[in-house]
């Protein structure tokens, strides 16, 4: 027997314990040695039943996605016959769900009769997230199991289920009392069913899964849900994989599932978001550092400015369970901060995603102050004071005062120099960038801003702490505006030129959402707020001095006083938060090129995404050459996961490989002839992309 499978008889129970660390992923080999195993127990008179568990505690996080894409991924014995043949053994076969079972790790629990899980179990069809859909029987059983509708928002949403609500749908026949009972209770209930001679798989809870729901109901579903999958694949397959469980019996089912599958494996977007499950794996992975190395301990928390990012941090380690000292100058503004953060909850607990108690709870951990004084025993320190270097560096000098010996001394800066900064100090190794997004207490990303003296363990500490919280961290180097917002400078500058050149900011922002941003960039402006961009742009003038029509449109807005949607008004006109064009933003562009010389013309849609995008991935290919991104992979999560960057389009990187290297240097240097002097002065392709591209690569690395 190999020993990815124990195997053991007592008293007319067959155990088989999956033993591939770290998650039971369900490749090639696991799956012979499981296949036999159970061929093993099937074959032996003298098993009665046969249970399956993690030896590990964790069941399975499904099928090996490392396979996917290569021969493996369907090499024998593959998962879906392996689970059809589970499903003719003529005996109980009861799956102890221990941890954790998602996307095959579940269909493997669904191919057998009964379920026991423990309290701490999750399960899911997590297979969309990757862009596929579960291939090994899960659209077909599961709805067998829970109902069409169930099956249908569990598979679509991806999302973990934790034990009660798995008991409840039917998932889970049983919950133990602990994770350290399941192997016994599950033994238990083998011999209660031994016992009362029930049959290998009980009567399928709904024959006819769409048992209760009109005739239409799936394709009214797809009506009214099609418009928010913009180009995904994946969930247009889920429903046809559905639609044939409603209507076609189990074995063609499976076969339909299956085609549905290897299309979904095979797609583009689908490789997309492999690359972007093991970008973040690869993204907590510090070259030159350890894993082992001892970290700094981060038990207490101060949060320095109580205003809309200061309040959203804090919200983040409370939620952690962290106690956080809210600093603020004046007594008004920290109870205007403080009241913010209760509102937050207060909607929260409206919407059921806390109860009233678990609200106080998190107040409780806050604590409000005057003195810095009160920060004398915290083990990290983040300042989210005002955007403004003399500001940030007068802070980081009191910090140096009050602060203990080791506190970790963070910046919650969005472009300034963190080593101008941590150069207040006399311990400048302490001193680290925590770049947050907004809101701080829902974006999922964290630029970890690594100093040239930051010490290895507060990176460290600040990574794992980052993962605490519920952030993704992606280490960046020291640079204006670190990894995102330096890449957003040429991509709003090109967006601004070519508004002056006669497009408009609709005809803009429709060209990105159609590859399905999230945002166009002129509303991502307007969001953000036109004056903070201006501040952004004024810090930094020296770089684009020598363009006079640079970003013009933003700074006349400015000037204007037209902030965007806080002020109604910004490259779009808003009612509320409706946004509509707004002629007068297009007469002050033409009046602009007129006085700075640019001609107009009318801009076609492939001019527009290419400048931008262009511009976007060789900025992002220049920072990988300077060092200030560890990984192309990083640059992808960074803008997947702080810009609305599609992730099934594998963020700009994986995008920008996608289209081919050689032919954004061939548009680069396009453009660089076709614009004349403003070509010149800012279509110079990255050396990084020449190079790559004269040693014929097209994967984007250091070379
Ligand atoms: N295949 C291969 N490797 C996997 C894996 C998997 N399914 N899941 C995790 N790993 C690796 C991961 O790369 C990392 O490696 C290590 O395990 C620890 O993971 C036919 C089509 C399980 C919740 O979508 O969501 O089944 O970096 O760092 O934070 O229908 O991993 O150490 O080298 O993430 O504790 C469906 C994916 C597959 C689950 C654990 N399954 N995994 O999180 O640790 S498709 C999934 C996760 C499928 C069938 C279909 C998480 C986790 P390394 P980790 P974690």
Redesign the pocket.
């Known amino acids: 027997m190999s020993d990815l499978i124990h195997y053991r008889l007592e008293e007319g129970l067959a155990l088989i314990g999956l033993d591939r660390a770290?998650?039971n992923?369900?490749?090639q080999a696991l799956r012979a040695a499981l296949s036999d195993a159970c061929e093993r127990a099937a074959a032996d008179p003298r098993v009665m039943a046969i249970i399956l568990y993690g030896e590990r505690g964790?069941f399975?996080?499904?099928?090996?996605?490392?396979?996917?894409g290569t021969d493996a991924s369907f090499a024998e014995p593959d998962?879906?016959s392996t689970l059809v043949r589970l499903t003719e053994i003529h005996k109980p076969l009861i799956a102890a769900v221990g941890k954790?079972a998602?996307?095959?790790?579940l269909?493997l629990a669904l191919a057998c009769g009964y379920r026991v899980g423990e309290p701490g179990t999750?399960v899911?069809?997590?297979?969309i997230?990757?862009g596929?859909?579960?291939?090994?029987?899960?659209t077909q059983r599961l709805p067998r199991l829970i109902g069409a509708e169930s099956a249908l928002n569990l598979i679509l949403s991806?999302e973990?289920i934790g034990a009660e609500r798995a008991l409840l749908l039917g998932i889970l026949d049983r919950i133990a009392t602990g994770a350290e009972q399941l192997l016994d209770e599950a033994r238990a209930y083998a011999f209660e069913l031994i016992s009362c001679s029930a049959p290998a798989r009980p009567a399928e809870a709904w024959p006819q899964p769409a048992e209760d729901l009109p005739d239409d109901f799936l394709a009214r579903y797809r009506s009214e849900h099609e418009s928010r999958w913009k180009s995904r694949l994946a969930p247009r397959l889920v429903l046809s994989a559905l639609e044939a469980a409603c209507l076609l019996p189990l074995e063609e089912g499976l076969a339909r599932e299956l085609t549905l599958?290897k299309q979904a494996?095979s797609s583009r977007q689908s490789k997309a978001l492999r690359h972007v499950?093991?970008a973040?794996?690869?993204a907590?992975?510090i070259p030159g550092i350890e894993s082992n190395l001892q970290l700094r301990k981060v038990e207490k928390v101060a949060v320095i400015g109580a205003g809309t990012m200061g309040g959203g941090i804090a919200m983040n380690f409370v939620n952690a369970g962290i106690p956080v000292a809210l600093l603020e100058l004046k007594g008004e503004a920290l109870d205007r901060g403080l009241m913010q953060i209760r509102q937050n909850y207060e909607i929260s607990v409206k919407r059921g995603k806390m109860t009233a108690k678990q609200l106080e709870q998190r107040m409780e951990l806050l604590y409000g102050t005057l003195d810095y004084a009160d920060l004398a025993d915290a083990d990290l320190v983040i300042e989210a004071v005002f955007e403004k270097l003399e500001i940030k560096q007068q802070v980081f000098r009191t910090l140096e005062e009050v602060c203990k010996p080791g506190a970790i001394l963070a910046t919650n800066t969005s472009s300034l120099d963190v080593d101008q900064i941590a150069a207040t100090v006399s311990r400048p190794q302490d001193v680290i960038g925590l770049h947050f997004f907004s809101p701080a207490n829902v974006m999922r990303l964290l630029e970890v801003v690594r100093g040239k003296a930051t010490a290895p363990d507060v990176l460290a500490t600040t990574m794992k702490i980052a993962?605490r919280i519920g952030k993704l961290p992606v280490i960046s180097g020291v640079c204006f505006g670190f990894i995102g917002n330096r890449m957003l400078e040429p991509y709003a500058r090109e967006a601004h030129r070519l508004v002056l050149e006669g497009a408009t900011p609709a005809q803009v922002d429709a060209v990105l959402t159609g590859l399905d941003l999230n945002m166009g960039v002129f509303s991502m402006l307007d969001l953000a707020g036109i004056d903070v961009n201006f501040l952004i742009r004024s810090a930094n003038r020296a770089a684009s001095a020598h363009d006079e029509s640079y970003c013009r449109l933003g700074d006349e807005l400015y000037a204007m006083g037209r902030y965007g949607q806080k002020s109604g008004r910004g490259f779009y006109l808003y009612q509320g938060r409706n946004r509509q064009e707004d002629d007068e933003v297009v007469a002050l562009s033409a009046r602009l090129a007129g006085e700075l010389h640019v001609p107009r013309r009318s801009i076609d849609d492939q001019e527009i995404h290419d400048r931008c995008l262009f511009m976007l991935i060789n900025e992002g290919i220049q920072l990988l050459d300077e060092g200030i991104a560890l990984r192309a992979s990083d640059i992808d999560l960074v803008w997947i996961n702080g810009y609305g960057f599609p992730a099934h389009l594998g963020g700009p990187m994986h995008y920008a490989e996608h289209l081919g290297l050689d032919k954004i240097l061939s548009g680069i240097q396009h453009h660089r002839r076709a614009l004349g002097e403003y070509g010149e002065m800012w279509f110079r392709p990255a050396p990084l992309l020449e190079r790559l591209v004269a040693a014929g690569r097209n994967r984007i690395e250091r070379l």
């Open positions: 770290p998650v992923a369900l490749g964790l399975s996080a499904g099928a090996d996605i490392t396979e996917f998962l879906p954790l998602l996307g095959g790790g269909e999750r899911g069809l997590s297979e997230n990757l596929l859909l579960p291939g090994a029987g899960g991806g973990q599958f494996e499950f093991f973040e794996r690869e907590a992975r993962k």
